[in-house]
Nanobody
Framework: QVQLVESGGGLVQPGESLRLSCAAS????????MGWYRQVPGKQRELVAT???????NYADAVKGRFTISRDNVKNTVYLQMNSLKPEDTAVYYC???????????????WGQGTLVTVSS
C-alpha cells in the first residue's frame, strides 16, 4: 500500500518562505502525477500546483511566480517551494500522488495527511 508523508509546514511572517516535502513509500512501480492542494476551513480543497510525469506543470493563478513545484523521482518525493508568502496562503496543504504500484500491478491515488501553513505577522 502506497503512503505519503508530508513535512515542512509551520508559522511564518508575510514575505517569508517555506518548503513542503511529500515522500511516497510502498511498492511503487511508476508515478504518473504529483501535486499539491490546499484547503481552508469551510471551503473546498483547491489546486495549488500539479506536475504530470512528462507533462506541463500547472499552477493556480494565485501562486504563479511565487510557488515552485519540483520532484525527485529517485526518492518519489514532491516539493513545494513557497516564496513571498501572504496571509491568504494560510491553509492546510495536501500532497497527492497517482501512479501504478506492484506487482501485482494496480493503479493508486493517495493523499498526504496534510500540513498546516500559517502566514501571519
Amino acid at each position: 500500500q502506497v503512503q505519503l508523508v508530508e513535512s515542512g509546514g509551520g508559522l511564518v511572517q508575510p514575505g517569508e518562505s517555506l518548503r513542503l516535502s511529500c515522500a511516497a513509500s510502498g511498492n511503487i512501480f511508476s508515478i504518473s502525477a504529483m501535486g499539491w492542494y490546499r484547503q481552508v476551513p469551510g471551503k473546498q480543497r483547491e489546486l495549488v500546483a500539479t506536475m504530470p510525469t512528462g507533462g506541463r506543470i500547472n499552477y493556480a493563478d494565485a501562486v504563479k511566480g511565487r510557488f515552485t513545484i519540483s520532484r525527485d523521482n529517485v526518492k518519489n518525493t514532491v516539493y513545494l517551494q513557497m516564496n513571498s508568502l501572504k496571509p491568504e496562503d494560510t491553509a492546510v496543504y495536501y500532497c497527492n500522488q497517482r501512479g501504478l504500484e506492484g506487482p501485482p500491478y494496480k493503479l493508486f491515488e493517495v493523499w498526504g495527511q496534510g500540513t498546516l501553513v500559517t502566514v501571519s505577522s
